[in-house]
Structure formats: C-alpha cells, structure tokens
C-alpha cells in the first residue's frame, strides 16, 4: 500500500522555546507536573496561577501564547467560566491557544458556539505525546487562520470572509473549521440567508450537534423563529445535554411571545450547568416579568452568588433581586441583601444609586415616607452626578414618588423612561400600570403618549427624508431624536445610519463622524449583540477607509 | 453530614483521574540511566500505568453504558493528526524495544467525523496488545474502505487465537488476567458510530500478525 509520510517537519514553524504559556489548576501537585510535561518538549516560559482570580490578573499583566486551564478550580470560578470572561473582556484573542484540561468527556457539549469553546479539550489522564501534539495541530491551526483572525480583529468582516472563502478552496484540512467560522461572519454582517445555506452545507457532511445550533441561530435572525424552534428542539432530544441549546431556544421562545415556553426551557438549561452566571440572570428576568417571583428571586440570587467576582455581575443585578424581593413585601430579605452587598454597591455611583432607590422604596413600604423621600432625593443628586441605573429601577423609583405625592417628579422620570424606549411594550405597560394604580390613569396616558410621540414624530420624519434623499435634514431631525432619547438603542442606531449615509455622499465631516462613534458604542451598550450593530460598524470602517480616517483603536 | 452518593462517586472519579495522571507524569518525568535493570523498571512502571487508566477508562464505559448513554460526540478531525499522536505514544511506550510505523492512504480525507475520545480509547487499547504481543513491530494506519475511514493498528505477532477471531466472546471474565473487554468495547464503540443508516464495524484478521480495523462510515 502507498503511504504517505507523516512526519510534519514543522520544527521550523513551531518555537516552543518561544512560547509564553499559563498553566491554571488549583491543585499545586498538578500545576508542577504539567509544567514538568510542557518542558519535556521545550515549553519552558511558564507562569503557574491557582484560581480563575490568580490567572485573569496574570494575564492582565502578561501576554501569553497558550493557556492551558483545568476546568474544576475548586471554589470561585471554573475553567469555563474563566474563559468566557477573557473572551469577554477581550483580555485574551483569537491567536491565543486556550486548551481545557476536564476529567469528563461530556463536557465538551457544553460548549457549543466558537466564542464560548476553547480550542481542544484534554481529557484526565493524558500523555504528554498526547499535549503535544493537540498544541501543535492548533498553532498549525491558527497559523493558517492568520490572516482572517488579523481582518477580523481590525473589524474588515469582508476581508476575514474572503480568507475563509481562500481557506476552503486551499485546505481541506481546515474545511470545517473555515466553515464555522465564516458561517459566524455570515450572521455578524447580517447575511442571515447565506449563513442559513452555510450550516445546510455543513450538516450535509454530517449533522454536528454546533452546526445545527448555527443553522437555528441564522433561522432566529430571519425572523423564521417556528423552524428554529423545531430544529432546536430536535437537538436538544439527540443531545440533552447541549446547555446552549437551551439558552438559543428560550430567545426564539421570547421571539414567538411565549415567555412561559421561555422560562421552561431556560430552567431545563439551568438544571444542567446553573453556572453560567448570565443563564441565571436571563432565567430572573424571564420569570420575573411572567409574575413568577418565587423562580425570579432564586435565579437572580444564584447569579449573583455564582458571580460574585465576575465581570457579568453589575449593581444591576443586585436591584433585580431586591426589586422581586420588594415585591414580595420581604423587607428583612431586601435588608440582608444590601448589607451583604454593602460593600461593592457603595463601590461605584451606579451601586450608590440601586442602593439609594431600593432603601427609599422600602422605607416608602415600611410606611416611613419621610425617611423614603430623603433616599429618593440622594438617588436623584446621584443620577444627576452622571450615574445611572436601567430603566426598570427608574420606574420603581417614579413609582415611589408617586406614592408618596411627588407626582411631578414622578412624570418626569416615566416621561424620561418611555422616551428611551417609546418602542418596549413591556416597559410602557409597566408604566402603565403604575398609573393605573396610583388613579392616575389619564395623567399617565397622556404623559407616555406625549414622551413617545415627539420621540417618534422625529425619528419617523428623519427616516423619511432619508428615504427621499435629503441626508442632511435627516441628520439634523435624528440628532434632535437622540437628544430627546440619548438611552434609546433604535433611534441611536438609525441615527448612526443616516450620518454614514451622509458622509458617504456629501463629504467628511469628521466632528459628526465622532458623534455617530460615540452614539454606536452607545447603542452597543443599551442593546448588546443587536443583529443591526456589526453592520453599522462595517459601515463606518468603510467611510474611515474611504476618507483616510485611521481609527483611535478597535473597540 | 450526609452524603449524596452520586455526587462522592463523581469526586471519588476526579481525584482518582487527577492522582492517575499524576503518577503517570512522574513515571514520565523519571530520567533513564542506560542500564537495563533501571530503565526496564521503570518502562514497565509506565506500561502498568497506562493499562491502570486504561482499566478505569472502561470502568468508566461499563458505568455509562448501563445507564444507557454511551453516545458518541462527533465533530470533525484530521484522521492524519490522529495517527500521528498515536504514533506518538506508541513509540514513547515501546521506548524502542519495537519498531512504530505509521501511514495514511493516499485517498484518506482530510477530515472525518468521529468521537475522537472514544476512537482514541479503543485504537490506544490495541496499540497496548499489539506492543505486548508483537515480535518487532507494529504498524498504525489510515486508510478508506468503500466510503469508510479505516484506522489499523497490526503487528507481527503469532495472530489472534482462533476464538477471538470467530466472534467468541465468554461472558466470564478468562484465562490469562485478560478480561477480553478491550476487543468487547472498540467493537461496540465502532458501532455506535452510525451514520446516514450505515453503522461503525471492528474488523479482526490474522495476516503475518494480527490485524486490528475499526471502520467508520
Ligand atoms: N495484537 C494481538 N496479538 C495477539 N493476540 C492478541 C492481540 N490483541 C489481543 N489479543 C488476544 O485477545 C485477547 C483479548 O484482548 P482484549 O484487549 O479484549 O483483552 P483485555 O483483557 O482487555 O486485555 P489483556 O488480555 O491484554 O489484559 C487477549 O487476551 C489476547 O489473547
């Protein structure tokens, strides 16, 4: 039989001597045979760290090539978690190896999508022939993924899909792996249509449990949300255990209006891997809003215990639970919570404020109105020193006002909430009801009607005449829209729209450029991974490019 | 204090991985010295090691299968980068009493969809009997065979008894030490592989020695 050789000869591609390289595992026995194992094969630049704590400040302080991290960190964090938390701060790239080392085959289905997983999995006990040979088949990896990781990283989305599109047609090897990553560009560059036809493709060699929660993911971007359920929940009895199912069906769940279908699926999630820091808290929400206070309060206090040192937790959270917990009239608990919290909330001013506004709300409960007006005035000079807290803390603090007969601050904070989100039916009809309850039905009425409509009335007539071609006027009636609605991602987000199409045919203004800059990241901020937003950001990098504006620094 | 009995076998597993893995870094890490009486020792140390994890792999398997879940995980793989970590670890625990050789088929596809860990488990298992059979060599492949992947692991030993060969399998753990339930198990991991109707196979032969083949569809 012919053979062909298999030695790679890639001593000249690979300096191990070279490379920088983080060995996490809570068990010091461990951290030194691993390291003993890596300088077996001439890995020898080799920092050690305990816990998910020890490696993100040595990471912070450091640069390196390949992190090699056990799963089971004991208490804190664990491997996981540690690693969703470096991809979301951006504190480790797409060139950094990052290999989990688990004791348990069936971990590698709880991570499906490519942002979450690592780059290979090391199952307990392995050679070191084995780790070896997983690290170089990476490296070679992403030696190949060079260039499209480089375009990536400078946002060019057309120029990283390309070299996919290079990598397909050159290598056979990295077919897939060119696949899944451009099927994830697909989506991100809103070419749901193609990205749907991509996972097809993909599924037709064989149905990959990830490339079938592609395929429901570009389904759910095309609004196509009943055949995304289907195949979402075909997957989930073939493999029950794929937690992001879960979380991918509750969002289709919600898309199809059926929240209680969502809180199900989403406790099914939990029930498997109640970790995931931001999994509880999308479980408090869901819950909460279907009046389900019980399952509200345990989701919101098993995020924040299991995120106690996570960046994923925000003072936010800690109103969410003492707002189901206010609602519960449970006084004594809404207490214990800001005490144990103390600490942290008096940390920032955005903390200061929840604490501010949940003490003045439960002193107006408690029957105490005096001691809740003064809370509620130390909440208003904090948010008017810049802090700020979302919106269904505002209006339980607009409700307290309410109550307690300060009704014209009451309608400006409402009126202020339902400018910023004249287009959020659950938070208008919380708005609602806490007219409706105060006997205030037709101040209330008329208060919201008058907040959306100039929102409304603006944005309409801007988006008119940019669809009639006059950009410039567009432009001045968005911006008046912003004004009255800086919080409010759509406006923000046509707003943006209409700026770039100026530009791109009227010529460069570089003071409005840096508006609609600073209005994007805004909007990133209000609605995080909204399906219009890498587009807007393609768009701008193409008017930087065409009018040779170099951009300060990727975001 | 009270126990959950499913959660202390689950920590009972993961010290027991940790301390496995552990012991064989250090049996790893254990500088030859040129004279047989030590470094025989210690290869044999090494040996015994691996047929401990290889053991409490299987262990792990029967625990799996009797609760009805030993389901492959499939994702795509270099054929090639499995061969050639195979390789790898044969050649470290032959420490070169035997030859290794190794090959892939010209036709072989770049990628494959397979559950690397348990192909892993199962080929890893009869690298471990061909290095304890085989006169001076054992041979580790890729291939394909009508549509399938093939993965070989031969040697040059006196073959499989007739037994074997035939299908015989005793439910009574036999003769000499073995327990016969590393064939058992890469039989049943190949044939969990199924795909579009078309199962997994293990293909068992003598030919100068003997011929061990997992198919894969
Ligand atoms: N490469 C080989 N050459 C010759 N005989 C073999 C070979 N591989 C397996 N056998 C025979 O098949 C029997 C069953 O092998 P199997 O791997 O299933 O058994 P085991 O109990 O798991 O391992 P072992 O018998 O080595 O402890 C072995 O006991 C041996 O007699």
Redesign the pocket.
């Known amino acids: 039989m012919a053979q062909n050789a298999v030695n790679r000869g890639n001593d000249e591609l690979i300096n191990y001597a070279a490379l920088r390289a983080l060995v996490v595992d809570d068990y010091p026995g461990m951290r030194s045979a691993l390291k003993l194992t890596l300088s077996n094969f001439g890995v020898t630049k080799i920092q050690m760290a305990g816990s998910a704590t020890e490696a993100i400040s040595r990471i912070q302080n450091n640069t390196f090539d390949f992190i090699l991290c056990d799963f089971n960190l004991g208490e804190g964090r664990d491997g996981q978690q540690l690693l969703e938390e470096l991809r979301h701060r951006g504190l480790i790239n797409l060139d950094t190896v990052f290999i989990m080392v688990t004791a348990e085959s069936i971990y590698e289905k709880v991570a499906a999508t490519a942002e979450l997983a690592p780059d290979d999995y090391m199952i307990k006990p392995f050679s070191a022939e084995v780790l070896r040979n997983r690290l170089e088949s990476i490296l070679l990896r992403k030696l190949a993924f060079k260039e499209i990781y480089r375009h990536f990283k400078e946002h060019d989305l057309v120029a990283a899909l390309h070299g996919c599109d290079r990598l397909i047609d050159s290598k056979p090897k990295y077919l897939v792996d060119a696949l899944r990553f451009k099927g994830e560009l697909l989506n991100a560059l809103g070419r749901f249509e193609e990205a749907e036809a991509l996972y097809r493709q993909i599924i037709n060699m064989r149905a990959i449990p990830w490339a079938r929660l592609g395929l429901a993911n570009a389904l759910h971007l095309q609004k196509k949300d009943a055949q995304a359920e289907e195949e979402l929940r075909d997957v989930l009895v073939q493999a029950p255990e794929m937690v992001a199912a879960y979380d991918m069906l509750a969002n289709v769940c919600l898309a199809r209006n059926d929240s209680a279908g969502a809180q199900a699926v989403l406790e099914q999630g939990v029930a498997i891997s109640g970790k995931t820091v931001r999994r509880q808290q999308k479980l408090g929400e869901i819950a909460h809003a279907n009046g389900d206070l019980e399952s509200a309060r345990k989701a919101y206090a098993t995020a924040l215990d299991k995120g106690r040192h996570s960046v994923f937790v925000t003072p936010t959270d800690y109103g969410n639970l003492c707002q189901v917990q206010l609602e519960q009239g449970d006084l004594k608990a809404v207490a214990e919570t800001l005490k144990n919290a103390k600490n942290i909330l008096q940390a920032s001013t955005d903390g200061q404020l929840v604490m501010a506004v949940v003490q003045g709300v439960a002193q107006q409960q408690a029957g105490k109105p005096e001691e809740a007006d003064k809370f509620l005035r130390e909440a208003a000079r904090l948010r008017s020193d810049g802090a700020s807290a979302d919106a269904p803390l505002l209006l339980k603090m607009a409700e307290t006002w309410m109550a307690g007969g300060q009704l014209e601050a009451a309608d400006s904070l409402i009126n202020e909430v339902a400018r910023n989100a004249h287009d959020s039916d659950v938070l208008l009809e919380k708005a609602k009801q806490i007219y409706l309850a105060a006997g205030r039905e037709d101040v209330g009425a008329s208060n919201l009607k008058a907040a959306t409509a100039d929102v409304r009335k603006l944005n309409n007539e801007g988006v008119l005449l940019a669809q009639k071609g006059e950009y410039r006027q567009a432009v001045d009636k968005l911006l008046a829209a912003c004004h009255e609605a800086p919080r409010n991602p759509r406006i923000i987000m046509n707003a943006v729209w209409v700026v770039l199409k100026c530009i791109d045919l009227e010529g460069m203004d570089e003071e409005l450029l840096e508006q609609a800059r600073r209005y994007l990241d805004e909007a990133a901020r209000q609605a995080p991974g909204h399906s219009r937003i890498a587009g807007l950001r393609l768009h701008m990098k193409e008017i930087e490019n065409k009018f040779g504006i170099r951009r300060r620094s990727a975001t | 204090m009270k126990f959950d009995s499913n959660d202390l076998y689950a920590s009972l597993m993961h010290e027991l991985k940790n301390h496995l893995g552990l012991l064989a870094m250090t049996i790893d890490s254990i500088p030859l010295q040129n004279d047989p009486a030590h470094d025989g020792v210690v290869d044999d140390a090494r040996l015994l090691c691996q ?1 401990v994890v ?1 053991r409490l792999q ?1 262990a792990l398997l029967i625990y799996k299968a009797a609760n009805g879940q030993i389901k492959p995980s499939i994702d795509a793989y270099s054929p090639e980068d499995l061969v050639r970590e195979l390789r790898d670890t044969a050649v470290s625990l032959a420490r070169g009493r035997l030859e290794v050789h190794c090959g892939i088929a010209p036709e072989t596809p770049a990628i494959a969809f397979f559950d690397r860990t348990l192909i892993e488990m199962a080929l890893i ?2 690298i ?3 290095l ?3 006169r001076t060599a054992i041979w580790i492949e890729a291939g394909i065979e009508a549509g399938r992947l093939t993965l070989t ?1 031969r ?1 040059d ?5 007739e037994p ?1 060969l035939s299908g015989y399998t005793s439910d009574a753990p ?13 039989r049943m991991i190949a044939e969990t592989h199924v795909n579009q109707g078309r199962g997994g196979e293990l293909r068992l032969a003598n030919q100068n ?2 011929v ?1 083949c997992v198919l894969l569809p």
């Open positions: 047929r290889e299987q298992n009869a471990h009997n061909a304890a059979y085989a692991v040697d030993s006196e073959g499989f008894p074997i036999n003769r000499s030490g073995g327990t016969g339930l590393g064939l058992h198990f890469a020695g003997a061990f």
